[in-house]
């Protein structure tokens, strides 16, 4: 069980807008940055958002992500069929003095 | 362009060890930390430990810090990840991974290493 909670599945049609959410606590989110990674089968997953609403160079600004208290959300707006994969949140967590991630949500376009 | 590349799969069997390597190139690697991650088939992500290039510092998550030994040989940019008493749970693909001290933003991923863990 992982210590971050996402719904295990999204879903969208193309052009639309989807968000995935992120849940934590005081210890990881709360008092931390939040990043998201995208995976896709059978690859090494790619940081899509760092520090809570970052983008790292060359991903489309379709992309993004924002954070509340001990929640995190990734938005994809204007759906495309490539961006069907694996979202994983992650953050530090102060209690654990380690990293922790989420369960993934597999997103299907 | 920054790349890490890591050993390739393995097949052990239960008690015994693996070590996977990821040598990184295209960036001075004692300015990073490398981290691993496993992720076993069908599961998430799971963060393994992490070890600072530039001045040795490590630190390991709970589940594993009996077992997996981190080390780095910096004349050779080379991170090594060793895990042993192997059970058939450990059977996983490894992932080495950077950032910079301070955050846990792992911008490069090797390719990953599968370790099946048999009898």
């Known amino acids: 069980q992982s210590v971050l909670t996402q719904p295990p599945s999204a879903s969208g049609t193309p052009g639309q807008r989807v968000t995935i959410s992120c849940s934590g606590t005081?210890?990881?989110?709360?008092?931390?940055?939040v990043y998201w990674y995208q995976q896709f089968p059978e690859t090494a997953p790619k940081l899509l958002i760092y520090?809570?609403?970052q983008r790292p160079s060359g991903v489309p600004d379709r992309f993004s992500g924002s954070k509340s208290d001990t929640s995190a959300s990734l938005a994809i707006s204007g759906l495309r069929s490539e961006d069907e994969a694996n979202y994983y949140c992650?953050?530090?967590?102060?209690?654990?003095?380690?990293?922790?991630f989420g369960g993934g949500t597999k997103l299907t376009v | 362009q920054v790349q890490l590349v890591q050993s390739g799969a393995e097949v052990k069997k239960p008690g015994t060890s693996v070590k996977v390597s990821c040598k990184a190139s295209?960036?001075?690697?004692?300015?990073?930390?490398i981290h691993w991650v496993r992720q076993a088939p069908g599961q998430s992500l799971e963060w393994m430990g992490w070890?600072?290039?530039?001045?040795?510092?490590?630190k390991f998550s709970q589940k594993f810090q009996d077992r997996v030994t981190i080390t780095t040989d910096t004349s050779a940019s080379i991170a090594y990840m060793e895990l042993s008493s192997l059970r058939s749970e450990d059977s996983a693909v490894y992932y080495c991974?950077?950032?910079?001290?301070?955050?846990?933003?792992?911008?490069?991923w090797g390719q990953g290493t599968l370790v099946i863990v048999s009898s």
């Open positions: 005081s210890s990881n989110i709360g008092n931390n940055y």
């Open positions: 991974s950077r950032n910079r001290p301070g955050s846990f933003e792992l911008d490069y």
């Open positions: 992650a953050a530090w967590d102060d209690s654990l003095s380690g990293g922790v």
């Open positions: 520090d809570n609403n």
């Open positions: 070890i600072n290039a530039g001045n040795g510092d490590k």
């Open positions: 295209g960036y001075t690697f004692t300015h990073y930390v």
